[in-house]
């Protein structure tokens, strides 16, 4: 499957943004979905996964109770809702997307994901 992710920007703090990543492909549903993000001088870091079904949902420490995560299998589309953005939010987004049986937990390891989109910037001010 391809990824193509939009959405980034540059906002101020406490400023929201929605990230989308359209897969393009057979078989969206049989993917596990995640949005891993890099700031420069930083590792790569798992941000929010999502299960195949959409029912099992991971969210890092830093953006849990402000980022959302959610799936559109008919759009072939994953969303990442950021609300309350922080200047430390800022880095590079990558949707990825980790074909998977549908009982399989999920992963927040890089490893894991076979299909990774081109990234989109997100830039949160002070």
């Known amino acids: 499957v391809q990824l193509q992710a939009s959405g980034g920007g540059l906002v101020q703090a406490g400023g929201s943004l929605r990230l989308s990543c359209v897969a393009s492909?057979?078989?969206?549903?049989?993917?596990?979905l995640a949005w891993f993000r890099q700031a420069p001088g930083k590792e790569r870091e798992c941000v929010s996964v999502?299960?195949?079904?959409?029912?099992?949902?991971y969210y890092g420490d830093a953006v849990k109770g402000r980022f959302t995560i959610s799936r559109d299998n008919d759009k072939k589309t994953v969303y990442l809702q950021m609300n309350s953005l922080k200047p430390e939010d800022t880095a590079r987004y990558y949707c990825?997307?980790?074909?998977?049986?549908?009982?399989?937990?999920?992963?927040?390891?890089?490893?894991?994901?076979?299909?990774w989109g081109q990234g989109t910037q997100v830039t949160v001010s002070s």
């Open positions: 492909g057979h078989s969206f549903n049989r993917y596990a």
């Open positions: 999502i299960s195949r079904s959409g029912g099992n949902t």
């Open positions: 990825a997307a980790d074909s998977v049986i549908l009982s399989a937990p999920i992963s927040t390891r890089q490893t894991s994901y076979e299909s």
